[in-house]
């Protein structure tokens, strides 16, 4: 991995990615679909800021949609394994998995924040699967808020729940792409630290006070 690429996404991402050449293709083109979007990037970009030829790549990925296929594939792999401490009621492994689900998913926040109805066409399989995986990371969200609440990090009723839900969604997504347009020339490090703390920020009403304190420093850890 390369020093430029190992300081844009996190390190539980990097974890994904091996030496050989198709993880190097697979963890720069990742950068760059999230630094210029999925639509602005092309084979030949990919393929100079990666180290190989053009042809190299094409060995690997026939085009960008099979690459956007294999992050996909590399995304489920996580939310899998994140999967089997989903269920932990410990105050630090839930404050944990909430900080670790929030890395992977502004790693791979192209696919999230990028219009694909229209980068692709409607018989695209890759089409269907982007827009599950989104259903599936709105649900995730959502889960992970109930199950804090569940587990007393949070104080709040059934009645606030789906709402605080929901305003925690519509900040996660929104902020992914405000920040790429008002904050083009920032680090992406910088950007996803600010974004969890407004998620926070937002959440601080309902927070016991040692849930607080944990978090607050967890973020000056982040």
Same mark, same amino acid.
């Given at each position: 991995?390369?020093?430029?690429?190992?300081?844009?996404?996190?390190?539980?991402?990097?974890?994904?990615?091996?030496?050989?050449?198709?993880?190097?293709?697979?963890?720069?083109?990742?950068?760059? @679909?999230?630094?210029?979007?999925?639509?602005?990037?092309?084979?030949?970009?990919?393929?100079?800021?990666?180290?190989?030829?053009?042809?190299?790549?094409?060995?690997? @990925?026939?085009?960008?949609?099979?690459?956007?296929?294999?992050?996909?594939?590399?995304?489920?792999?996580? @939310?899998?394994?994140?999967?089997?401490?989903?269920?932990?009621?410990?105050?630090?492994?839930?404050?944990?998995?909430?900080?670790?689900?929030?890395?992977?998913?502004?790693?791979?926040?192209?696919?999230?924040?990028?219009?694909?109805?229209?980068?692709?066409?409607?018989?695209?399989?890759?089409?269907?699967?982007?827009?599950?995986?989104?259903?599936?990371?709105?649900?995730?969200?959502?889960?992970?808020?109930?199950?804090?609440?569940?587990?007393?990090?949070?104080?709040?009723?059934?009645?606030?729940?789906?709402?605080?839900?929901?305003?925690?969604?519509?900040?996660?997504?929104?902020?992914?792409? @405000?920040?790429?347009?008002?904050?083009?020339?920032?680090?992406?490090?910088?950007?996803?630290?600010?974004?969890?703390?407004?998620?926070?920020?937002?959440?601080?009403?309902?927070?016991?006070?040692?849930?607080?304190?944990?978090?607050?420093?967890?973020?000056?850890?982040?």
């Amino acid at each position: 991995m390369t020093d430029a690429t190992s300081g844009m996404l996190t390190l539980g991402t990097l974890d994904l990615f091996s030496k050989k050449t198709r993880d190097q293709i697979l963890a720069t083109s990742l950068i760059l @679909f999230n630094q210029r979007g999925f639509g602005a990037v092309t084979t030949a970009s990919i393929a100079e800021q990666a180290g190989v030829l053009e042809g190299t790549l094409w060995y690997h @990925f026939r085009s960008k949609k099979d690459i956007l296929a294999a992050h996909m594939e590399l995304l489920q792999t996580v @939310f899998a394994q994140e999967n089997t401490s989903a269920d932990s009621g410990d105050t630090e492994v839930i404050i944990e998995g909430i900080f670790r689900s929030y890395d992977v998913i502004w790693d791979f926040r192209y696919m999230l924040r990028d219009d694909f109805n229209t980068l692709l066409k409607a018989e695209d399989a890759e089409l269907v699967k982007v827009l599950a995986i989104n259903e599936f990371l709105d649900g995730w969200t959502e889960g992970r808020m109930l199950h804090a609440a569940k587990h007393g990090l949070l104080d709040f009723g059934q009645e606030d729940s789906e709402a605080v839900s929901e305003i925690i969604l519509v900040l996660g997504r929104y902020w992914m792409d @405000f920040s790429h347009k008002k904050y083009p020339e920032a680090e992406g490090s910088a950007l996803r630290h600010k974004g969890i703390s407004h998620i926070f920020t937002v959440l601080k009403p309902y927070l016991t006070s040692a849930t607080a304190q944990l978090i607050e420093q967890r973020l000056q850890q982040a």
